[in-house]
């Protein structure tokens, strides 16, 4: 396979290219930030399934009428622990954004906060919205459902999203332990970054063909391998359940761009409300991470790594500079021009 070819772009003209952009189809600066950093945020932690290289889908649908440029939400739902909004088609990086806001803000109060978001859109990374939880000191979890990239176990007709989860837990001394993860071997989206560079074959384990066989050319892709077989349908099952069925919320095919969309759940957990301080629940999670990294060593590991470990080591080296593919880099300028926005990214 092709090498990667990729370059450093700085943070901070990077946001305000993707800002420029948004307020030029309608988006309000206050929320084009927002959308822009949640953006951003997975390139700088190495997830570029997730960041810059998907800024076009999202344009693209708000200029199709598809995503509301502007925020906004109808309360189906509201009581002190819960609550369920019907997002009107906005943007779910802001969506996601307020939504666990407002769960972390119940759980100060009643130790648990519960938000669900329907009618939504994709949401990019579920890391940050856990994160956001983390970084406020309580447990955060996160997670959508998903327009079909899989087939139930043992069909062949792809019937189910990949469904993201990610959870995240704040420690003292730790970087705070984050799981973000599709219900698939890999997302869509590393296979788009792969045919987005004209590569013409994937890693072996990564796909099926339409006969379910499994394929390693990216033109015979159509639909993903779950991760651990029927256990990443079954995953991907209950998060329809949870942040679908539960909150009124579309599954499957309904999930498409153009008919009901994506939508999402959004918990936070305050520790001290279960009778343990947050200061000794972070100890204690440090305690257990040492643990695991004083565990004797295979041969040929030279560090035990922590669920998200990687991606915060990757973030601390970004925090100026985001690394970008080359071909991503030309496609934003690219929708710049046709868009008649003055707004580049540069090489």
Partial sequence: MRKELSMKVNVKELHNYCV???????MPKDEADIFAEILIHADQRGVKSHGVMAFMRY????EKGYMAAEFSYTTVVDNPVISVWNANRSCAHVAGYYAMKAAIEKAKTYGIGFVGVNNSNHFGAAAYYAKQASDAGMIGIAS?????????????EKQIGNNPLALSAPAAKAPAVTLDMAQSVVAYGKISNIITQGIPEIPEGWAYDKQGIPTEKTNEVYSLIPM????GFGTSFFIDIISGMLIG???GERCGDSIDGSSHTFMAINPPAFGTSLDDFKKQLDDRVDEFKSCPKKDGVDEIYMPGEIEE????????????????????????ARLGCEARVKK
């Fill in 313 to 336: 080591i990757c973030y601390g080296e970004s925090l100026t500079e985001a690394e970008i593919i080359d071909e991503v880099v030309d496609q934003q300028n690219a929708l710049a």
């Fill in 20 to 26: 420029s952009v948004l307020k030029f189809v309608g």
């Fill in 249 to 251: 919320g579309a599954t």
């Fill in 144 to 156: 959508s459902t998903a327009s079909p990239t899989m087939a139930p176990w043992g069909g062949k």
């Fill in 59 to 62: 344009v693209g649908l708000i």
């Fill in 228 to 231: 651990g077989k029927y256990k």
